[in-house]
């Protein structure tokens, strides 16, 4: 296959100019990682494809990179880039993960320079190999694997943070989240999300860029503000809540935009691909749904802004065949736009929905807290009672209070069940053996 592939398709643009079709992929990727590089995105891979590719923004035009090794199988990895600020022309790719349960997790490194620019070619090192996949190794020559055996790496997503660029978040299923020293090629802390929601797969993760090591986390109904401390080597987790509509949904591509991150499509395990965009706001911590859908259903896709952040491009396999994957691009100002009345409404029910489930959190959490309060009066009360009734005075007093227990005068439940749950352990025999010893 020729290594240029040239723009056959003239640029069109429907949905009131929202959306631009750009050329369709060569080969047909699903689940494959994008990365940016001045003014070319970098395709890498896919699920069971190997092939990479580079798109020139300027050019519109396709060209083939190479391939991963035959024995690294791909399904749902994840590649991350690593800038080295001496030379500008230069990137390293770092791809792992793809692999299931009791699968070798591989670890691969390529040092990109264009393949567009015959300058950069020129400048290369000859002792470095170049726009190549190979294995990641110490110092020594020997093998670095990220990821165990026993664990699963489909859909792991992956974020670079540390002082230095040198640490690597990983979360993957069913709730874990590790640091890896890329330095060190060590492991320095590996966690677990305090979720009940699910996998933590196919979902999004990302770095904030407000500040050092503070990152954001959104699967199904899980949503996670997450602060990493380098010092102390701990993780802090802030719950954020998700709207009601995206709790069933991953697989969602997503792109994070002045401190706001917009969401295109998704799917669930029952469910067929769905053409909504929904934008959250980290500081408002608030939803909007967008009136405006997609001209088509995505998910397992991928979502990058261009170098000067004027658009986004999408990238989506067409779910209903086995077809090329569609590219489209759209402007970052039309989703920054001040929203519609539509869509303030949605956001303000939205905002209610929240405000309600708080309510019921903190409810049910102030519930325990007086529970146990009220109980620690109690024990204070019954032992007075010991020391300064008798016995008989003792059952009197129970007596009055259970006979005032089933007369209903209009109290709420709630009141009802603290009450109950109290005589239930002043007239545990257990409690009182206790309190006479």
């Known amino acids: 296959m020729d290594s240029d592939i040239e723009s056959k398709q003239i640029l069109d643009t429907n949905d009131l100019s929202v959306f631009g079709y750009l050329p369709p992929l060569p080969v047909s990727l699903n689940k494959s990682q994008y990365i ?21 923004i300027v050019k519109n035009q396709y060209k083939l990179i190479c391939s991963y090794p035959k024995k690294v199988e791909l399904w749902a990895h994840s590649v991350v880039k690593r800038v080295d600020n001496k030379n500008p022309n230069t990137i390293t ?14 670890a691969m490194v390529m040092k990109y320079v264009s393949v ?11 002792d470095e190999l170049y726009n190549q996949w190979t294995p990641l190794i110490d110092k020594d020559k020997n093998e670095i694997y990220i990821g165990k055996n026993e664990s699963n790496y489909w859909g792991v997503c992956a974020v670079i943070g540390g002082s230095n660029d040198h640490l690597l978040f990983i979360s993957y299923r069913p709730k874990n989240i590790d640091v890896f020293n890329l330095n060190t090629f060590q492991y320095v802390n590996e966690s677990t999300l305090p979720t009940d929601n699910g996998d933590i797969c196919y979902h999004c993760f990302l770095p904030t860029m407000k500040k050092k090591n503070e990152m ?10 997450i602060e990493y401390d380098e010092q102390h080597n ?9 709207c009601a509509s995206l709790r069933t949904l991953a697989s969602y591509i997503h792109v994070y935009i002045d401190d706001c991150i917009l969401f295109f499509g998704g799917h669930s395990l029952f469910s067929e691909p769905v053409n909504t965009v929904y934008k959250y706001s980290i500081q408002e911590k608030q939803w909007m749904k967008f009136e405006q ?8 896709g991928g979502a990058i802004m261009n170098g000067d952040n004027t658009y986004i491009h999408i990238f989506s396999r067409d779910n209903e065949a086995e077809t090329a994957t569609k590219h489209v691009r759209t402007k970052v100002e039309y989703w920054m736009k001040e929203p519609t009345a539509q869509e303030r409404e949605w956001t303000s029910n939205e905002s209610e929905r929240n405000e309600i489930e708080e309510m019921k959190f903190e409810v049910e959490r102030m519930k325990e807290e007086i529970d146990l309060r009220e109980l620690r009066v109690m024990e204070q009360f019954v032992h007075l009672f010991v020391h300064f009734f008798r016995q008989k005075e003792i059952k009197v007093t129970l007596r009055y209070w259970i006979r005032s227990f089933f007369i209903n005068k209009g109290w709420i439940n709630d009141f009802d069940n603290l009450i109950s749950r109290y005589i239930l352990v002043c007239l545990n025999p257990f409690f009182f053996k206790k309190l006479f010893l």
């Open 36 to 56: 940016l590089f001045k003014d070319e995105i970098l395709i890498c891979g896919g699920q069971y494809k190997r092939d990479c590719y580079s798109y020139h």
């Open 116 to 126: 567009w620019d015959e300058n950069d070619k020129k400048d290369k090192d000859k």
């Open 216 to 225: 954001i986390l959104f699967c199904k109904k899980t949503g996670f503000l």
């Open 234 to 242: 701990t993780f802090q987790f802030q719950n954020l809540y998700v």
């Open 293 to 300: 859908t997609l001209p088509m259903k995505l998910s397992n």
């Open 93 to 106: 790719l770092l791809s792992f993960g793809g692999q299931p349960e009791q699968q070798v997790k591989y």
